[in-house]
């Protein structure tokens, strides 16, 4: 017989089997408990079969941490490479999952491959998607089959009115629907996709934007039927509706919600279902553990290094040809992998280097290690506070690294005896 065990949010207590915890405590997008783990989205799945009024997904913004986001989409093959070289750096990479920039099953094929392909690869690591719904019924036996067991839906109201406020358009049995009729079609899909999804054992946490004057007022009779139909988690999500973002809302100066209603709204939804409140709203292709981002500012001698490259662990790539920014922190005791940020190649050749630096994707750190930076990104870069360097050409990242943190925590050293 399995032992209870329970899940406590805002004096509320939820009693969970002792199966299903130890599933929740080992994702790190479900319980803080599993901070140490680290997950990865593979942008594989670039369509979207809906419409909802504070999305818009726009590539090249690496500057940008919110869902839809991310610098380039990938093919299946491509994911599980992008698997393989943050593996190298994050061996406690436990989850891959497909977040989209669109949603994951209105591209079932590459998502479903690219499912596989990890699967095959190491059949240790977690599975996970996110959908808005539509297509959930159809495609759970398939996810269930390759071993996805963790999903998330994201449910913003179960009232067609509300509904027809948020999502403009669905696409739908090849046929496009609006109104009312597309806010009916959809809530009735996204709870026929919930109770299939718990009928092939997947947990299941659902997903809701907070907008307020629009679902604020309903959360109680979401939550109840999520709970109904048996969800396990609800995660309340502020909307961000920043101007720059180019979403109908932001354009139209919708307010974002205040801590208190997010609150207020969690408060009605304990009642029936436990709560997240370490969601970090992550980009469609976030690498990392979820408090690495929090945890290395905390620490006043870390010093956090930018690697530019294309996926290997070798330094060999120019800082306008990089694919990603690997990130490090350094300090006293260690050298830590943080997470790998995918970026867009400004340069393609000396007549072609116009498009934007993807500075925004390492404002936060001190230094750069590439095998060249033109002379004037050199210079914006030093305007910006970080340091760029090529003397660790063609060495391995680890190499490299060892000998700067050397070169780093001497200074510190001196610098702390200075002061003392």
Not at 28 to 51: D, E
Not at 68 to 92: E, T, W, Y
Not at 220 to 230: F, H, I, V
Not at 251 to 265: V, Y
Request: proline residues 5%.
């Amino acid at each position: 017989m399995e032992t209870a065990a329970h899940h406590a949010s805002a004096g509320v207590t939820h009693f969970i089997g002792k199966e299903i915890q130890n599933r929740i405590e080992q994702h790190p997008c479900y319980s803080k408990k599993a901070s140490n783990y680290a997950r990865i989205h593979l942008p594989v799945a670039p369509a979207c079969n809906i419409q909802c009024n504070y999305c818009n997904r726009k590539y090249d913004c690496s500057n940008e941490s919110r869902p839809g986001v991310v610098s380039k989409v990938l093919q299946p093959i491509d994911g599980l490479a992008r698997f393989h070289s943050i593996k190298q750096h994050m061996p406690n990479l436990s989850v891959v999952g497909i977040a989209g920039p669109g949603d994951a099953l209105a591209n079932p094929k590459v998502t479903l491959e690219t499912l596989k392909l990890i699967r095959e690869d190491d059949p240790s690591v977690k599975l996970c998607i996110s959908t808005n719904g539509l297509e959930l019924a159809q495609y759970a036996p398939q996810l269930a089959a390759i071993g996805v067991d963790h999903l998330t839906i994201t449910i913003n109201t179960i009232d067609e009115k509300i509904a027809s406020k948020i999502y403009p358009w669905i696409f739908w049995n090849h046929k496009r629907y609006k109104g009312i009729e597309a806010a009916r079609i959809l809530i009735e899909q996204q709870l026929k996709g919930l109770e299939a999804a718990i009928e092939q054992g997947m947990l299941v946490k659902v997903n809701t934007v907070l907008i307020p004057g629009i679902n604020d007022q309903s959360i109680t009779q979401l939550s109840k039927a999520l709970k109904q139909r048996g969800a396990f988690l609800h995660n309340i999500m502020p909307l961000i509706s920043e101007p720059e973002h180019g979403t109908y809302y932001g354009l139209n100066e919708m307010p974002s919600p205040t801590e208190q209603q997010i609150e207020e709204a969690r408060s009605q939804s304990v009642l029936y279902l436990p709560q997240m409140s370490h969601c970090q709203q992550c980009r469609a292709d976030a690498v990392g553990q979820l408090d690495a981002a929090c945890s290395s500012k905390d620490d006043a001698q870390s010093t956090r290094v930018a690697i530019a490259s294309k996926g290997t662990d070798i330094i060999e790539c120019h800082f306008g040809h990089a694919t990603q920014m690997n990130i490090y922190d350094i300090n006293q005791h260690e050298i830590r992998f943080v997470e790998s940020r995918m970026v867009a190649p400004y340069c393609s050749g000396p007549q072609d280097c116009e498009r934007p630096m993807p500075v925004e994707a390492i404002k936060d750190c001190q230094h750069l290690l590439s095998v060249r930076v033109g002379l004037g990104p050199w210079e914006e870069l030093e305007n910006m506070g970080i340091i760029p360097n090529t003397d660790f050409a063609y060495l391995s990242e680890r190499e490299a690294l060892s000998t700067l943190a050397q070169t780093i925590n001497a200074n510190n050293l001196s610098a702390n005896k200075e002061v003392g």
